[in-house]
T-cell receptor, first 117, second 109 residues
């Protein structure tokens, strides 16, 4: 079974630009979560999508948005980039079917390394 | 909210045993995850504990005490390839997982 794939792997942008990152989950997984990882803050939860609906979100500004398509692929968009947005962006997939919204084991993609100049 | 504490760095010798501790505070408990992350790579799942006690998986074991808000990851017979960051994480609702900042383990010969 193929793992989680993310594109692009590396990206360089300048302040004020916008960026779109893509994630394809493991086949059969319907939940996609996005995380930002920086050396100082560690892994921080951005949002989670299941069957094209955002079910949960973290404490990030509205410049960070996402969506999920009917084939479970997900995209994340960051508008008006700031220097502090430089980070590794990881997506994780899971079945999303744990009862009562309970936790599933998440499988991570290799990440997109975003550098904002 | 949720808060997780784990040591920033540890060093251990090849062949030895190392214990990586994690303390957490959470408003609702849904279990605890451990992930391993090699430099420049994605985190990979190691274990998930939801009940108190020790769970063993080969060279790796994970322990949980819900009453103390405490977990540890035990690595036996350390190998050089175990040099990595180890992340403790507690899930909230719908995959909202809070991660600790990770413990960077260096295994030396």
């Amino acid at each position: 079974k193929a793992g989680v794939t993310q594109t692009p792997r590396y990206l360089i942008k300048t302040r004020g630009q916008q960026v779109t990152l893509s994630c394809s989950p493991i086949s059969g997984h319907r939940s996609v979560s996005w995380y930002q990882q920086t050396p100082g803050q560690g892994l921080q939860f951005l949002f989670e999508y299941f069957s094209e609906t955002q079910r949960n979100k973290g404490n990030f500004p509205g410049r960070f948005s996402g969506r999920q398509f009917s084939n479970s692929r997900s995209e994340m968009n960051v508008s008006t980039l700031e220097l502090g947005d430089s980070a590794l962006y990881l997506c994780a997939s899971s079945t999303g079917l744990a009862g009562g919204g309970g936790p599933d084991t998440q499988y991570f993609g290799p990440g997109t390394r975003l550098t904002v100049l | 909210g949720q808060n997780i504490d784990q040591p920033t760095e540890m060093t251990a010798t090849e062949g030895a045993i190392v214990q990586i501790n994690c303390t957490y505070q959470t408003s609702g408990f849904n279990g605890l995850f451990w992930y391993q992350q090699h430099a420049g790579e994605a985190p990979t799942f190691l274990s998930y504990n939801v009940l108190d006690g020790l769970e063993e998986k080969g060279r790796f074991s994970s322990f949980l005490s819900r009453s103390k808000g405490y977990s540890y990851l035990l690595l036996k017979e350390l190998q050089m390839k175990d040099s990595a960051s180890y992340l403790c994480a507690v899930p909230g609702g719908y995959q909202k997982v809070t991660f600790g900042t990770g413990t960077k383990l260096q295994v030396i010969p």
